[in-house]
Structures are given as C-alpha cells and as structure tokens.
C-alpha cells in the first residue's frame, strides 16, 4: 500500500510536473497542481489537516490522467496517491446515490443489459442522434448542449457468446484484390527457392479483372505453405490462435462497433475467438474511490479468467482504461483487501496472456503486413493518445503503424495532452473542468486539418465528440480497429 508520507517527502519540488498537468492548465493554482497535491498529501497523510469539504474538492479535481507520473524525475504516481485519498473521502462522506446506482448496475450485468436496452428506447426523447454521438436536444447544463455515447437495443456481450471460429483457418486474411501486390511482395524476399515456388503459383491464378474484385475469395495458404513466405517476417503464425475478448463497458453497451471490428479483423487473421463470461474492469468504481465495488469485481473477473485461460493465447482489450485498469490497477486495488496476497498471485499468473487489442495485433499477428498490401486512401486521420495507452501501458506507435499503413496520418499538436474525460466524477459533478479541458484538444484536433480523429479508447472518445461538437467541428471519431476493419474490407 502506498505510504503517502514518504512519497511526498521525496518530492524535490521541481514543478516539473506542474505545466503539463491537466487541471493545472484549467486553474492556473499552484493548489490543484501535481507539486500541490503531493504537499497536501503528505500534510493529510500525517493528520496535519482535516479531510474538509475544500479538501475533498481540491483531490476530486485531479483527472487521474497520469501525465504528472510520466514527467516526474522522482517518479512519484501522484494519481495513486490521489486515488488513495478518494478511497477516505468514500469513507468519510459516502457516495452520491446515483454513482451507488451506476456501480450497483455495474457489479449486476443482467440488470444492467436490461436498463441500457431500456434507455435506447428512451434516449430519443432527450437526445438527437448523429453519427457515434446523442447531442441533448435542450440546453442541460450553464454550458449549453451535451453530447454522450449512443444506447444499443442488445449489448456486444449479449449478441456474441462463446467460441466463433475463423472462417479463414487455412487462408492468409487476403482477398484477391491484392493477390498480385501480395505475390510482388513474396518474390521480393530473398529466399530463392520460394521465388521460384511463388512464381510458378502466380501462374496459377489468371491477371485480375475488375469483375473478379467483386466476389472475394480467399488464397489457399496450403498452395504455398511450403514456401512459408511469411515465417521470415511474421512474429507468429496465425493458425490455430484462439483469443479472448474483453470488451470494456462502453464498447460493451455504446460502441458495439468496436468490438465488431475486432471480430472481424481477428475472423480475417484467421484467429479463433472466445467471447467469455466478463464483469466490469472497475475503473469507474475505482476513480471514484468504491473500492469494495472494485474488489468485488477483480475478485469475480479473476474467478472468470481462471476458468479458460489454459484454453487462450491470450486475452486482448480493444480499450486503454480498462487494460490499464486490468493490467496496472487491479494491483494497486487489491492491495486494499485483506487477502490481498492470495490474489495478487493469482492476478500475476494472468497478465503475460493480457494485451491491448493494436499491442497484440501488432506484435504477435502479421496484421501489418497484410495492410501493407492494401492500397492508401487520401483520407487525413489525426491520433489522440489516450492517457491509460501511452502514459500508462507505453502504447503509441502500435495503432499508429496500423492507421498509417492505409490512411493519410496527420499528427495534432500536443497528441498526448488529455482530453479531459476524468471519470464519472469529473464528468457528472465538475463538468466544467472536462469542458475546459476539451476546448484545447478540440482546437488541436481541428488545427491538424484532419477529418477523422481516433483513439483506442471509449472514454477518450466520448468526452473528444462532445468537446468538438462544443466547438462545431465536423469531425468525425472511428477507433483505429474500425479504420483497420475498413481497410481490410476495401
Ligand atoms: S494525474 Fe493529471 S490532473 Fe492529476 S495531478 Fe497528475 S497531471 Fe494533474
Ligand atoms: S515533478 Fe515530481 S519531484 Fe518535481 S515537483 Fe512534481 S512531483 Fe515533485
């Protein structure tokens, strides 16, 4: 457990965390700075000042977006020590009842389904649809209209269950359209007995004609397995992979889309899929300092995970929060219960088969070079860096490579500046600091010239669409895996 006393003592009080931080470049307050909040820590930690309501204000105003982490020589993780204090001001001045509401729905999935399904026959009535986004039809705050995530009849978790087999076990994930750049590529690689093979096999197929792109079919990989053409290059090979899902709530619930793509990806990859039994990550609970609602989840998702993970070659997360949540925090939480020993062993014995979905892809399938072989679109795409993939889990280049191999990347100004989600709190108490906090990114967003934004994160994604709507930008926002599902399917 972390022992805020002695983190605060070895602040050297640089401030070089101080200009970066999120809530900083809101307030301009040396209080609600990185350097100010591990002073008043360490003065808390030793009952020096009293857990007031102004003190609870000042720790809940941090966006737990990490960057001071990043940037301190000491590295001290300011954003554990504020979320140690947000445990104590649960304690000491309980939860609001409709956050005890939201985490109760979170721990109860059949409840939950049911009142999500329910709100997207509702949601019309309040909100009007466009594209991934519900913009309030009335003003429901002083800043006017709000935009959040869409509802969805049935959630990802309830329309797909169980193991999906690839239909492409035995292809390559290649459809005929790029047979003839594929083969260029093969016969480019120095093994001389495969150029040879290769060649002969391109002789097999007939020049391609327009008409024949209209129906895919997909290249034997027998035809050519002898050659291996892609051992040489690929970090793994493809067949009889199978793969687990976690989804993530808001992809879960609101952008079913996303988890679609990574279907459809993994299906063309040629990689089995299980979709399993899954609770919440906890991150919301845990941000907001319910960290009995957060162990009950950990504890609950472990038992799952336990269940078929002999079964895996890994399980892979298509969203930044909850893999850090998953891969970072749930330490961090269980060191909180009193058995936390027990299940810290059993959490380590999980996390070398738990990966970011763009991580995964980039590094253990030849997804890559695939995309290599489809043509570039003109179209400009700029990449935010959600805070829990690059500050967090060192996650940047992966979906970057990924967006850059068929699109036009255009990079923002500041990619790796928070958007300024901050969590349930931030977003339903302090709404004011997230609007603020997304007016910049927004400006950035629009100065790169780009028309399409993306993130491998719901949250990010969510609170970006409303900061650009706020500022009536036309940009549009996709999740680099729906950009690579689009890729592929061109
Ligand atoms: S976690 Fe983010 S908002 Fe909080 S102190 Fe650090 S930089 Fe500032
Ligand atoms: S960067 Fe680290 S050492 Fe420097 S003031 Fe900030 S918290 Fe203290």
């Avoid at 000491?92 to 026959?121: E, Q």
Wanted: aromatic share 10%; glycine share 4%; net charge positive.
């Amino acid at each position: 457990m972390l022992n805020l006393s002695s983190l605060s003592q070895s602040c050297v009080k640089c401030a070089k965390c101080v200009p970066s931080c999120t809530i900083y470049q809101i307030n301009r307050d040396e209080v609600t700075s990185p350097r100010g909040f591990v002073d008043l820590l360490g003065v808390y930690d030793k009952k020096n000042i009293n857990l007031d309501r102004n003190l609870k204000n000042i720790f809940e105003s941090c966006f737990l977006c990490t960057t001071c982490t990043t940037i301190c020589p000491q590295k001290i993780d300011t954003a554990a020590m504020i979320q140690k204090s947000r445990i104590d001001i649960a304690q000491k001045y309980g939860i609001a009842w409709y956050k005890k509401v939201y985490f109760y729905l979170l721990k109860h999935r059949k409840i939950m389904d049911f009142v999500f399904s329910l709100t997207s026959f509702v949601a019309p009535c309040v909100f009007k649809k466009n594209d991934d986004r519900l913009r309030s039809r009335f003003s429901i705050s002083s800043f006017g209209k709000r935009s959040i995530f869409p509802f969805q009849k049935k959630s990802f978790l309830q329309t797909y269950k169980g193991l999906i087999e690839s239909k492409h076990k035995d292809s390559i994930g290649q459809d005929s359209k790029n047979l003839d750049s594929r083969i260029e590529n093969l016969i480019d690689t120095p093994h001389s007995n495969c150029n040879k093979l290769i060649s002969k096999s391109a002789l097999l197929f007939p020049p391609l004609t327009n008409s024949s792109y209209k129906k895919p079919h997909f290249i034997s990989f027998r035809l050519i397995k002898d050659a291996k053409p892609y051992e040489k290059n690929s970090k793994t090979i493809l067949r009889n992979k199978k793969v687990a899902i976690f989804i993530g709530c808001l992809s879960n619930y609101n952008y079913t889309q996303v988890g679609e793509s990574l279907l459809f990806i993994l299906d063309k990859l040629g990689i089995d899929v299980l979709i399993p039994k899954q609770e919440c990550c906890g991150a919301p609970a845990y941000f907001t300092g319910d960290i009995k609602s957060v162990i009950f989840l950990i504890k609950k998702n472990i038992e799952l995970f336990e269940s078929f993970f002999d079964e895996i070659d890994a399980m892979i997360i298509p969203e930044a929060t909850c893999a850090a949540m998953i891969m970072v925090d749930w330490k961090h939480s269980l060191s909180y219960c009193e058995d936390s020993k027990h299940w810290i062993k059993r959490l380590e014995a999980l996390l070398p088969k738990i990966h970011m979905a763009t991580e995964y892809l980039y590094n253990q399938t030849n997804l890559l070079e695939i995309l290599k072989t489809y043509n570039k679109k003109d179209i400009k795409i700029t990449y935010h860096d959600p805070c829990h993939a690059k500050k967090v889990l060192n996650i940047a280049k992966e979906p970057r490579a990924f967006i850059e191999a068929n699109y036009n990347l255009l990079e923002m100004k500041e990619c790796d500046r928070c958007c300024g989600f901050g969590g349930v709190s931030i977003q339903s108490e302090k709404y004011h600091l997230a609007y603020n906090a997304g007016i910049p990114k927004a400006k950035n967003i629009l100065d790169s010239g780009a028309s399409i934004v993306s993130a491998e994160c719901s949250a990010c994604r969510m609170q970006l669409n409303n900061a650009l709507d706020n500022q009536q930008a036309n940009i549009v926002f996709k999740h680099p895996l729906e950009l690579v599902r689009e890729s592929l399917r061109c």
